[in-house]
């Protein structure tokens, strides 16, 4: 939920969020901290705590970050909520999703294309998924022979 002063709209438009988020990397991109140690020269990457930042531009990264898509930032949002939780997945795809708006703003030319949310699904290697079931049921006990279906 946006904090008093932090100007976001209740619309469901795509476009006005993205300018929303925008905006506010533009007005407070120096003063955010979404790694460890950050600004700090020298300093080691644990995990602790993020830095505060700009607690505006946090609710709208947020609110981006939670959103339900099918995109590759949705899955990645998903993937990570699975093992790590959702506040966790949740900081992890606001830190990629600004990552991306900097390098945007950044230089003119470069533009976003969406990797699709089954990238990772696809990028598997199908021989080494069934190696891996295989091991898996061996370590369980069973003993396993494939054949290919017809």
Same mark, same amino acid.
């Given at each position: 939920m946006p904090r008093a %002063?932090?100007?976001?709209? /209740?619309?469901?438009?795509?476009?006005?969020?993205?300018?929303l988020t925008v905006a506010h990397v533009e007005?407070?991109?120096?003063? /955010?901290?979404?790694?460890? %140690?950050?600004?700090?020269? %020298?300093?080691?990457a644990s995990a602790g705590r993020t830095g505060k930042g700009n607690p505006c531009l946090k609710a709208v990264l947020g609110e981006a970050a939670a959103a339900r898509t099918d995109t590759f930032l949705g899955e990645r949002y998903r993937r990570i909520a699975r093992r790590r939780g959702t506040s966790?997945?949740?900081?992890? #795809?606001?830190?990629?999703?600004? #990552?991306i708006i900097w390098h945007l703003l950044s230089d003119p030319d470069a533009h976003y294309t969406d990797l699709g949310s089954d990238y990772h699904a696809n990028r598997i290697d199908p021989e080494r998924r069934k190696r891996t079931h295989v091991h898996q049921l061996e370590a369980l006990g069973y003993k396993v022979t494939l054949e290919p279906a017809a």
């Open positions: %002063g932090c100007s976001l709209s /209740t619309g469901s438009s795509a476009y006005l969020r993205t300018e007005a407070g991109f120096s003063r /955010t901290c979404s790694d460890p %140690g950050c600004g700090v020269p %020298g300093a080691r966790k997945a949740t900081v992890a #795809v606001g830190r990629s999703i600004l #990552v």
